[in-house]
């Protein structure tokens, strides 16, 4: 007894003293797959102060990466400076990473100029260190930058390096995309052409060959639209849809090209078509801005037939947004709510590890008791065994004697349900069965399996119903109960019942099945072989 309360205190001790580096080594590993579940970790490190060298920047580098990879801003650059500072003429590697995070950061800040800064310096160091899957990924986070900062001179260097660093224009559709966009943009409709067509040029045969097919084509002929070039425009959406209608992966996307048409046939002229086009949108479930677009092009087309305007869709849709919005803003005042109460909770979690010395000062007098407490429900949990093991012996002894029952009593004179019933589905089929060839019935989905031996041989019947109306459509046959939410049995067919540490289960005869018994059935199951023998 001795050895083993000190084996229960070492556990004990072992699971309640985690360091702050175990924590920071276990938010590392989680930081790439569980961003939210690594901050979770990094939170439980009660004083960074105490940190120092490695350890103090493994975990404001872990702590940059798991915001950056929750989609979350990150509250002090001296997250990620430090680690910068700290890598410094000791791991090259880590200090590339540190300062592409602390460009993350001043991104989120809204320091471009400083964001921007970091990554080229972080960028050319990959490039003298021979890393090009590092310096195409800056290229790349370089190039959208540039995007959102409308430079297109800056962009169109950037795309180009990391087609070059990748042997050519395949597989780089999406930076080709954005390119030419900035090239429309500006004003220069046919360099947009040109790098659209560099990118189309790979459609059937690129890994982002879907890519191509759901954005870069459209916005190929949507750009033709645009320069008046209607027929082609109208050829290459045509083109497009029938490749959806041939690939599942293209399932929902139909809409823009549907719409781009009717906005095409509007521009032709051929108000009729245009209209057509429409309605094949709005037979789609489409998103709030589609279906915003979709009213505004309504009204144009209305217009342009009639020459009046109708707002009545507009003024229905801004009101519908207004109420969802104002719900919005409620369920976000509720969540910050939640958010506040989760801060307080896991500030009174610090203040009770502060605490954790007197606990365990009072655990090391109150183990014995534990123990002696822990052994007497082990002896009560074998007696109840015992109990239960005698239970099912006297409930496999009832069932032996319904079967001989089964076997040599006369059937009464009296009234009684039909021996032969018909069990009928949601839709035409049913199933007719002898109540005494019945073996169980079993839920799947929106159907049942009804298992019945005949000519010797286990047969299974589908129907579309759901157990509850059999078990209503059963209910004046007694050796039929619910042992279990998927599973209704016939008592006559159950051969013995087995009991397990934490299962009980009912086997069949013939087909061997095993039929869980759930704890809620478990007494109507009892009470049903009591009455039945």
Same mark, same amino acid.
């Given at each position: ?9 070492? $556990? ?20 790439? =797959? ?13 004083? +960074?102060?105490? @940190? ?10 872990? #702590? &940059? ?21 700290? /890598? ?34 972080? #960028? ?14 800056? $290229?790349?986070? @370089? ?51 040109? +790098?659209?067509?560099?990118?189309? &040029? ?17 916005? /190929? ?50 108000? !009729? ?40 869709? #507009?003024?229905? /849709? ?29 500030? #009174? ?63 009464? +004179? ?8 018909? @069990? ?17 019935? =079993? ?25 509850? !109306? ?61 009455? @039945?023998?």
């Amino acid at each position: 007894m001795k050895r083993i309360n000190w084996l229960f205190i070492t $556990l004990l001790l072992a699971a309640c003293s985690k360091t702050d580096k175990q924590f920071i080594s276990e938010a590392e590993a989680l930081v790439e =797959e569980n961003a939210d579940s690594a901050l979770c970790i990094l939170n439980k490190v009660e004083n +960074t102060g105490h @940190l120092t060298g490695e350890w103090k920047a493994r975990y404001w580098m872990t #702590m &940059a990466l798991a915001h950056k990879n929750a989609n979350q801003s990150m509250s002090e650059d001296s997250l990620v400076l430090y680690a910068i500072d700290y /890598y410094q003429g000791k791991d090259s590697a880590m200090q590339r990473k540190a300062r592409a995070l602390a460009s993350s950061y001043y991104w989120w800040r809204d320091s471009l100029t400083q964001s921007k800064k970091l990554m080229i310096q972080s #960028m050319e160091e990959s490039r003298r260190a021979g890393n090009r899957e590092e310096t195409v990924s800056k $290229l790349r986070s @370089l190039a959208r930058m540039a995007s959102l900062e409308k430079n297109l001179e800056e962009q169109k260097h950037y795309t180009n390096e990391v087609i070059k660093l990748d042997g050519g224009d395949k597989n780089h559709a999406a930076l080709l995309n954005s390119l030419a966009l900035e090239y429309y943009f500006h004003g220069k409709k046919d360099s947009a052409i040109v +790098t659209l067509e560099r990118a189309i &040029a790979y459609r059937d045969s690129a890994k982002d060959s879907v890519y191509i097919w759901r954005d870069v084509m459209r916005n /190929y002929a949507d750009l033709l639209i645009g320069m008046g070039q209607y027929d082609k425009g109208i050829q290459l959406h045509e083109q497009i849809m029938e490749h959806y209608r041939q690939s599942k992966a293209f399932e929902g996307n139909e809409v823009g090209s549907l719409f781009s048409l009717s906005h095409a046939w509007l521009l032709k002229g051929d108000k !009729q078509k245009a209209r057509q086009y429409l309605d094949e949108v709005e037979e789609y479930e489409t998103s709030d801005a589609t279906r915003f677009c979709v009213i505004g092009h309504r009204m144009v087309l209305n217009y342009a037939s009639t020459g009046r305007y109708n707002i009545t869709d #507009m003024a229905e /849709y801004a009101n519908e947004k207004r109420d969802k919005r104002e719900k919005s803003q409620a369920v976000a005042e509720a969540k910050e709510k939640s958010i506040q109460t989760l801060r307080e909770h896991e500030l #009174m979690l610090t203040v009770s590890r502060q605490r954790q010395l007197i606990f365990f000062l009072l655990l090391t007098l109150s183990l014995i008791g534990v123990i002696i407490v822990l052994f007497a429900l082990v002896r009560h949990r074998k007696k109840l065994l015992v109990e239960k093991e005698k239970e099912m012996q006297q409930l496999n002894e009832l069932l032996a004697k319904l079967q001989q029952a089964k076997e040599t009593k006369p059937q009464p +004179t009296k009234k009684q349900s039909p021996s032969t019933i018909v @069990l009928t589905g949601n839709t035409s089929e049913n199933v007719s069965l002898e109540i005494a060839n019945l073996l169980y019935i =079993e839920a799947v989905g929106n159907y049942v399996k009804v298992y019945q031996l005949c000519n010797g041989k286990v047969k299974i019947d589908m129907l579309r119903v759901t157990l509850k !109306q059999l078990e209503d459509d059963l209910r004046s046959y007694p050796t039929i109960v619910r042992c279990h939410r998927a599973f209704l049995v016939n008592l006559e067919q159950v051969e013995r019942i087995e009991s397990h540490s934490n299962s009980t289960q009912l086997i069949i005869k013939y087909s061997n099945d095993h039929l869980p018994v759930s704890r809620s059935n478990m007494a109507q199951v009892k009470a049903a072989i009591k009455e @039945l023998a």
